[in-house]
């Protein structure tokens, strides 16, 4: 039985931070996202990391590192292929103009929850618009591609929106 990694149960405890029933561990190495039921692992699912590797500062395009949580959902009750520009709902993939999308489906806005890490001047996850998004181009997931967010195929985002209530915790590794 894989629990919880210790490394994310170790930024919760420095934050005084329970772990919430959800927890998603997002592995960068691996191109995965782990879902966690009251500590104990329940789903893995392949997700895409920033084609511009780890890292915390603005206008660099990589995923930032440590903990987070879900600020905001976005687009419930949209069908799949929905696409968001400024988080408003402006199309869908099925319209050639919309086809190459880049932001779909659903999005979880995540908030970084370490100062000096991800939250506050210019390494703020939430202020960079990091997400946990879907894309039109799902034969990407499971390899670096995005400019900094987490992408999820279609029906693993719906599932990971639906389950996940707002403030569940996201840590996410290098490993």
């Known amino acids: 039985m894989r629990t919880l990694p210790a490394a994310c149960r170790a930024a919760c405890a420095r934050r005084a931070i329970a772990p919430t029933e959800q927890v998603v561990v997002i592995s960068a190495a691996l191109q995965t996202a782990s ?57 869908h993939t099925a319209e050639a103009a919309f086809a190459d999308a880049t932001i779909t489906t659903r999005i979880l806005w995540l908030e970084g929850l370490e100062p000096g890490v991800n939250q506050g001047g210019t390494v703020d ?16 997931i499971g390899r670096p591609a995005s400019h900094g967010c987490i992408l999820l195929a279609d029906a693993d985002l719906l599932w990971l929106f639906d389950r996940l209530p707002l403030q569940s915790l996201v840590w996410i590794q290098p490993e």
């Open 35 to 91: 879902v966690y039921e009251d500590g104990v692992l329940a789903r893995t699912l392949r997700c895409s990391t920033s084609r511009f590797g780890v890292g915390q500062v603005e206008g660099s395009y990589r995923t930032p590192l440590g903990l987070h949580r879900v600020a905001e959902k976005i687009g419930d009750g949209e069908p799949a292929g929905t696409v968001f520009k400024g988080r408003r709902v402006v199309g």
């Open 125 to 140: 996850s939430h202020a960079r618009f990091i997400y946990i998004h879907g894309t039109s181009d799902q034969a990407v």
